[in-house]
């Protein structure tokens, strides 16, 4: 070996401990970006599991049936995996079928109420006339009663 061949050794060997130094900082960096990332996603789910309990109670209400339910599962790979429900295929015909049945109902009490107006627009109309004729008649009886002294 020679001193020309120790030297470069040397200079391998720093630019080596160079490229483990700047390797340890990459990797510390990306450690804190993943802690970070880790963070957000749990706050992330915190939130959706929020979300999925109100959109549960929201289902409830509405009284769509079948019994659907979003349940979180956070190892799942697609939406349907990771909500528990398919949206697509479950919810959205239910949700569907749900509007028709509103419109119809709506449609139907809408119905009811416009008949409902004329009924009364009627006895309207009825109490109308009793209060003519008995105005009719109290003015005869007053006519009466004024010509028999």
């Known amino acids: 070996m020679s001193v020309r061949d120790v030297e470069q050794m040397r200079r391998e060997l720093q630019a080596v401990e160079r ?19 880790e963070k957000e996603i749990e706050k992330v789910v915190k939130e959706m599991i929020g979300l999925v309990g109100d959109c549960n109670e929201a289902i409830e209400r509405l009284k769509i049936g079948n019994d659907l339910k979003f349940k979180l599962n956070s190892s799942g790979s697609s939406l349907a995996e990771v909500l528990g429900i398919d949206y697509k295929s479950i919810l959205k015909p239910a949700l569907i079928v749900f509007g028709d049945d509103s419109k119809k109902n709506g449609k139907k009490k809408y119905e009811e109420f416009v008949a409902l107006q004329k009924q009364l627009h009627e006895k309207f109309l009825q109490q109308d006339a009793m209060k003519s004729d008995n105005a009719i008649r109290l003015a005869k009886i007053e006519e009466v009663t004024a010509s028999d002294p």
């Open 19 to 37: 490229d483990i130094a700047e390797a340890e900082l990459a990797r510390g960096s990306w450690e804190d970006k993943v802690w970070d990332m």
